[in-house]
Antibody, heavy 121, light 110 residues
Framework: EVQLMESGGGLVQPGGSLRLSCAGSGFTFSNNALTWVRQAPGKGLEWVAAISGSSGRTYYSDAVEGRFTISRDNSKSTLHLQMNSLRPEDTAVYYC??????????????WGQGTLVTVSS | QSALTQPASVSGYPGQSIPISCTGATGVVGGFNYVSWYQQHPGKAPKLIIYDVINRPSGVSTRFSASKSGNTASLTISGLQAEDEADYYCSSHTTNNTLVFGGGTKLTVL
């Protein structure tokens, strides 16, 4: 069974940094594409970033490009999202998700339960 | 202008068929060939129900079907059931090599 477990969320001040992690199990982690999607309280889904399986090519939304970095540690079956220069509008539940393709980063079959990030002073 | 436009809400009675549209902005979604649909119940993670415009993942009810005409994709839920009450989101690849979600549609089963 594919499982994804996010961690690292919490309260951070504007301008601060936070690193999210997502531990994967039940699949060959290194083969799969992975992504982060967020959802502000009471709002819709917003795609944040994705990383392919084999090449590790990365993709970012305009809203986070230059501030967030997606990375993966295949040896530990873990996905990361380094978030810098955080803003109040980054407040959201952050979900990680995956699909069995290495290169196809436009659909997401399996999702974690999310971790809440709150940016506030 | 949002890249993907969905109706904010739709409603129907049990047993009815309900369509939900998703219109892509011209020049943003390209050929609109990588459209997916997700179902999200309150407090839960999204669930993939349609990918690549018309394909249903294994295990998803056949009551969910989808189509596309030009820059408008549609999800149809047939034989509406109480458990279908949820938020529905479309998503698409863009010409900038990013992914975009529609604003979401709240389905109410009357």
């Amino acid at each position: 069974e594919v499982q994804l477990m996010e961690s690292g969320g919490g309260l951070v001040q504007p301008g601060g940094s936070l690193r999210l992690s997502c531990a994967g199990s039940g699949f060959t982690f290194s083969n799969n594409a992975l992504t982060w999607v967020r959802q502000a309280p009471g709002k819709g889904l917003e795609w944040v970033a994705a990383i392919s399986g084999s090449s590790g090519r990365t993709y970012y939304s305009d809203a986070v490009e230059g501030r967030f970095t997606i990375s993966r540690d295949n040896s530990k079956s873990t996905l990361h999202l380094q978030m810098n220069s955080l803003r109040p509008e980054d407040t959201a539940v952050y979900y990680c998700a995956t699909n069995p393709s290495s290169w196809y980063v436009w659909k997401w079959d399996y999702w974690g339960q999310g971790t809440l990030v709150t940016v506030s002073s | 202008q949002s890249a993907l436009t969905q109706p904010a809400s739709v409603s129907g009675y049990p047993g009815q068929s309900i369509p939900i549209s998703c219109t892509g902005a011209t020049g943003v979604v390209g050929g609109f060939n990588y459209v997916s649909w997700y179902q999200q119940h309150p407090g839960k993670a999204p669930k993939l129900i349609i990918y690549d415009v018309i394909n249903r993942p294994s295990g998803v009810s056949t009551r969910f079907s989808a189509s596309k005409s030009g820059n408008t994709a549609s999800l149809t839920i047939s034989g509406l059931q109480a458990e279908d009450e949820a938020d529905y989101y479309c998503s698409s690849h863009t010409t900038n090599n990013t992914l975009v979600f529609g604003g979401g549609t709240k389905l109410t089963v009357l």
